[in-house]
């Protein structure tokens, strides 16, 4: 079992910007963001691999970047250029996918979410 716990959500304006933090109690091979906005269905943001490897879906490439600290087993997301299209209950996932995309799945872990709004 491992355990994820999200932080860094919050509200901003337009433009403006934001890091999730995703604190793991374990390593699993493959993490993911996921972003689920009001009547919508949830889906992959981002992933990325302890070992390096990250990967973005279009809507957010070149706007949302993943960072990892290996020591304290956390993974970031730094949201910048934020659209209020980008409002939604943010999640963070981890499973044993090789094949380590925002797409994939199973994910088998999932943190309890945590809230980005941004305002025009």
């Known amino acids: 079992q491992v355990q994820l716990v999200e932080s860094g959500g919050g509200s901003v304006q337009a433009g403006g910007s934001l890091r999730l933090s995703c604190a793991a109690s374990?390593?699993?091979?493959?993490m993911g963001w996921f972003g689920q906005g009001p009547e919508k269905e949830r889906e992959g943001v981002a992933s990325?691999?302890?070992?390096?490897?990250?990967n973005y879906a279009d809507s957010v490439m070149g706007r949302f970047t993943i960072s990892k600290d290996y020591a304290k087993k956390t993974l970031y997301l730094q949201m910048s250029s934020l659209k209020p299209e980008d409002t939604a209950m943010y999640y963070c996932?981890?499973?044993?996918?090789?094949?380590?995309?925002?797409?994939?799945?199973?994910?088998?872990?999932w943190g309890q979410g945590t809230q980005v709004t941004v305002s025009s």
């Open positions: 990325g691999t302890w070992g390096g490897s990250t």
């Open positions: 374990g390593f699993t091979i493959c």
């Open positions: 996932a981890a499973g044993g996918l090789e094949n380590c995309r925002p797409e994939s799945k199973p994910y088998t872990y």
